[in-house]
């Protein structure tokens, strides 16, 4: 596989910034494969479309987030755990998701690695124990606290999301890289990164902030009515659709 990747994460169920961000994608020729890491459904509302646009490439591969799981596990007839809204909403995203997807969804792995240029690659949605499960979030992440998670992995590179903000740590032994939420922002911007693995071993990263129209996006939370609504605009989106105006 060639040097130059694409790093994607935490779509959630934004449609109209990820066809932003893929036809970005498509404008640099020279990248050879996408990697989306995990969230792909749940918060936004375009779960299909998300879905239809990200299964109908050949070009991505997959690792599974925690809303996704959720989302599988009502699926599966289990009752969902944790807040009532959370909940709410899961339900709302099952059922709304077109069965044909469940297949791909289910057969996500929650880890990947790639050998990319001689570069070892650890890809996953977030930091994991022994036992499989994500770890709570570390709001004050560091270099030196993700050695102690990963001290002993053969890996020169981890790269994350979960953490809807933009990590870039690099210690004396790999690089940790977290390109943000794509979409979800407090700003009409999709952000991900571009990664070039170099012959002499070098990892180059640009992040990138397509613009984009989520005016649309925005208020059909209302029109639909999505469960957990005014949580979900305010925390993942910064209201931004009452700073426009309705």
């Not at 977290?178 to 990164?193: H, I, R, W």
């Not at 397509?210 to 639909?224: A, C, G």
Request: charge should be negative; glycine fraction near 8%.
């Amino acid at each position: 596989m060639g040097g130059k990747i694409a790093i994607i994460t935490d779509i959630h169920g934004n449609g109209a910034a990820l066809k932003a961000v893929l036809d970005d994608i498509d404008r640099h020729k020279d990248i050879q494969h996408i990697y989306c890491l995990g969230d792909l459904i749940a918060i936004g509302h375009e779960t299909n479309e998300v879905l239809e646009l990200l299964f109908s490439r050949e070009d991505i591969s997959f690792v599974k987030g925690n809303h996704d799981e959720d989302v599988l596990k009502i699926l599966e007839g289990h009752e969902p755990m944790g807040m009532d809204s959370k909940n709410e909403h899961h339900k709302w995203i099952a059922s709304k998701l077109d069965k044909k997807y469940i297949p791909r969804l289910t057969s996500m792995p929650k880890e990947k690695y790639e050998n990319i240029n001689g570069k070892n690659f650890l890809f996953i949605h977030y930091h994991i124990n022994g036992s499989g499960h994500f770890l709570p979030i570390e709001e004050r992440p560091s270099a030196r606290g993700l050695d102690e998670i990963y001290g002993n992995f053969n890996v020169d590179a981890v790269c994350f999301g979960h953490h809807h903000f933009v990590h870039h740590f690099k210690s004396n032994k790999r690089l940790y890289l977290n390109p943000g939420s794509l979409g979800c922002n407090y700003a009409p911007f999709a952000p991900y990164a571009i990664l070039q693995v170099g012959d002499s071993g070098q990892i180059d990263v640009y992040f990138k902030d397509v613009p984009y129209d989520n005016r649309e996006f925005l208020l059909s939370y209302e029109k639909l009515n999505v469960p957990a609504k005014e949580f979900i605009l305010k925390i993942f989106h910064g209201n931004q659709q009452v700073r426009k105006g309705k």
